[in-house]
């Protein structure tokens, strides 16, 4: 862990996750770029999966959130109840204040 | 901008869910040993082999099975990093599959 | 062909074993496996011992280990509660070696139940659950379980009243989660060792409610 990171969003934070239209190996799913929902919670720092993909290893970890979604934000067709969410872990730098 | 990943399949329309119990073969629970003993040794990473993944054509990725994209993944894996050559490799495979049996293979 | 009844045990000197099953054909991708296999191990990348020792450390995975800790955690609240708070070190306290940077317990209440799916791939807690089922790592679950969890529960023969949430998990980086279910009713006099009994493996993702205890008849 790194131990120094700050985080940049608490739990609860409304947050965007931005397209960062980048191409390769990213952990983003295309169903919640451009969404809004808010912090679940902040899990530490991890790996980066966009650096280990290509074999690079062993550079400092970055911020990773778990960020919950109302599944009528996610989807134009849902069919459930008001209440349901899902949730997911987004890094940092794919998200922005909302 | 860029494309989505063939296996960015989160919301896709899809089919019945296929429900019915496949236990892993002794090869494929060997593929995941081995897969996992050469994480263990360094020579790659799952990040590595799920971006290989993620650079198969669509219809290959469609047409592929779980462990088959495994093997497929890293047999790729080995070859770009010289730890087996693609000349090799074919040949030895070519060499089981027309032996058609698994015996003289340690 | 070869009768593997007749091959050394495993652990002993002897062919490295390849197949348990004579009856199944060679396949290309099994073939090109064997193939690589044979080149690493020439090549003094790998050893034969190295591969059975981690296939006999794979198997001792299973969906066991969680249903362990879930019927703990149903008969010691403060178990249950370092169960939420840390489910890697909960696991660890029982002997059970997790080893996933992080394991999330999620909690099945009367208002909400919980699903997990790994859209991108098929990342699963195989430390402790051993490999995930068929079923998890299609390409039919992966899509649906996301956009229609409700159809997809119903497929499994789950239906829950709108007051219920549903919430999916997309386990989509480092992180791992195990789904705790409701204890069953009537199961309140189990012991642990029963109650573990009740736990079966699609209830670990939420594709499943525990079985329901055994009624005396009326």
Same mark, same amino acid.
């Given at each position: 862990m790194f131990a120094d990171t700050v985080p940049a969003f608490a739990p609860g934070d409304r947050v965007r996750v931005v397209d960062l239209g980048k191409p390769g190996h990213v952990?983003?799913?295309?169903?919640?770029?451009?969404?809004?929902?808010?912090?679940?919670?902040?899990?530490?720092?991890?790996?980066?999966?966009?650096?280990?993909?290509?074999?690079?290893v062993g550079l400092n970890p970055i911020p990773l959130y778990r960020v919950r979604f109302r599944q009528f934000d996610l989807w134009p067709d849902y069919?459930?109840?008001?209440?349901?969410?899902?949730?997911?872990e987004i890094y940092e730098h794919w998200l922005a204040a909302a | 901008?860029?494309?989505?990943?063939?296996?960015?399949?989160?919301?896709?329309?899809?089919?019945? /869910?296929?429900?019915?119990?496949?236990?892993?073969?002794?090869w494929e629970r060997q593929l995941i040993a081995t897969f996992n003993v050469l994480q263990q040794h360094g020579v790659l990473v799952i990040d590595e082999i799920r971006r290989t993944v993620e650079e198969m054509p669509k219809e290959?990725?469609?047409?592929?099975?779980?462990?088959?994209?495994?093997?497929?993944?890293?047999?790729? /894996?080995?070859?770009?990093?010289?730890? /087996?050559?693609?000349?090799?490799?074919?040949?030895?495979?070519r060499e089981i599959l027309e032996s058609g049996t698994r015996d003289h293979v340690r | 062909m070869a009768d593997t009844n007749q091959h050394p045990h495993?652990?002993?000197?002897?062919?490295?074993?390849?197949?348990? &099953? &004579? &009856? @199944?054909?060679?396949? !290309?991708a099994e073939a090109k496996f064997l193939a690589f296999k044979s080149l690493l191990m020439e090549k003094g990348v790998v050893t034969p011992a190295e591969i059975q020792a981690r296939m006999a450390v794979n198997q001792k995975s299973g969906y066991h280990h969680a249903a362990r800790m879930i019927a703990k955690a149903w008969t010691d609240p403060a178990y249950k509660a370092r169960l939420m708070d840390d489910a890697k070190a909960a696991a660890i306290e029982l002997g059970i070696e997790v080893t996933e940077a992080k394991l999330v317990a999620l909690e099945n209440t009367p208002e909400r139940h919980n699903l997990v799916?790994?859209? @991108?791939?098929?990342?699963?807690?195989?430390?402790?659950?051993?490999?995930?089922?068929?079923?998890?790592?299609?390409? +039919?679950y992966r899509s649906r379980a996301v956009r229609e969890p409700r159809k997809v529960l119903r497929e499994f023969g789950l239906d829950f009243p709108d007051s219920v949430e549903i919430m999916v998990h997309d386990s989509n980086a480092d992180l791992r989660y195990?789904?705790?279910p409701?204890?069953?009713? #009537?199961?309140? +006099?189990?012991?642990?060792?029963?109650? +573990?009994? @009740?736990?079966?493996? &699609?209830?670990?993702? #939420?594709? !499943?409610?525990?079985?329901?205890?055994?009624?005396a008849p009326a």
């Amino acid at each position: 862990m790194f131990a120094d990171t700050v985080p940049a969003f608490a739990p609860g934070d409304r947050v965007r996750v931005v397209d960062l239209g980048k191409p390769g190996h990213v952990r983003t799913p295309f169903y919640v770029r451009e969404k809004t929902g808010a912090i679940e919670e902040y899990c530490g720092t991890f790996d980066n999966p966009e650096e280990r993909g290509y074999g690079r290893v062993g550079l400092n970890p970055i911020p990773l959130y778990r960020v919950r979604f109302r599944q009528f934000d996610l989807w134009p067709d849902y069919d459930g109840s008001e209440r349901d969410e899902l949730v997911l872990e987004i890094y940092e730098h794919w998200l922005a204040a909302a | 901008m860029a494309d989505r990943l063939v296996t960015d399949i989160g919301g896709t329309p899809a089919g019945a /869910i296929p429900r019915e119990e496949r236990e892993p073969l002794f090869w494929e629970r060997q593929l995941i040993a081995t897969f996992n003993v050469l994480q263990q040794h360094g020579v790659l990473v799952i990040d590595e082999i799920r971006r290989t993944v993620e650079e198969m054509p669509k219809e290959a990725y469609d047409e592929s099975t779980f462990y088959g994209r495994r093997v497929e993944a890293v047999a790729d /894996i080995l070859i770009k990093k010289g730890v /087996i050559t693609a000349e090799e490799l074919e040949e030895r495979t070519r060499e089981i599959l027309e032996s058609g049996t698994r015996d003289h293979v340690r | 062909m070869a009768d593997t009844n007749q091959h050394p045990h495993p652990h002993e000197h002897g062919p490295h074993p390849t197949r348990e &099953d &004579d &009856d @199944l054909e060679l396949t !290309a991708a099994e073939a090109k496996f064997l193939a690589f296999k044979s080149l690493l191990m020439e090549k003094g990348v790998v050893t034969p011992a190295e591969i059975q020792a981690r296939m006999a450390v794979n198997q001792k995975s299973g969906y066991h280990h969680a249903a362990r800790m879930i019927a703990k955690a149903w008969t010691d609240p403060a178990y249950k509660a370092r169960l939420m708070d840390d489910a890697k070190a909960a696991a660890i306290e029982l002997g059970i070696e997790v080893t996933e940077a992080k394991l999330v317990a999620l909690e099945n209440t009367p208002e909400r139940h919980n699903l997990v799916v790994c859209t @991108l791939c098929s990342c699963y807690p195989r430390s402790l659950l051993g490999e995930p089922p068929a079923w998890y790592v299609s390409k +039919a679950y992966r899509s649906r379980a996301v956009r229609e969890p409700r159809k997809v529960l119903r497929e499994f023969g789950l239906d829950f009243p709108d007051s219920v949430e549903i919430m999916v998990h997309d386990s989509n980086a480092d992180l791992r989660y195990v789904v705790v279910p409701m204890q069953p009713e #009537g199961s309140e +006099a189990m012991t642990e060792g029963e109650l +573990a009994g @009740l736990v079966t493996r &699609d209830c670990v993702v #939420g594709a !499943a409610l525990p079985t329901e205890p055994n009624r005396a008849p009326a």
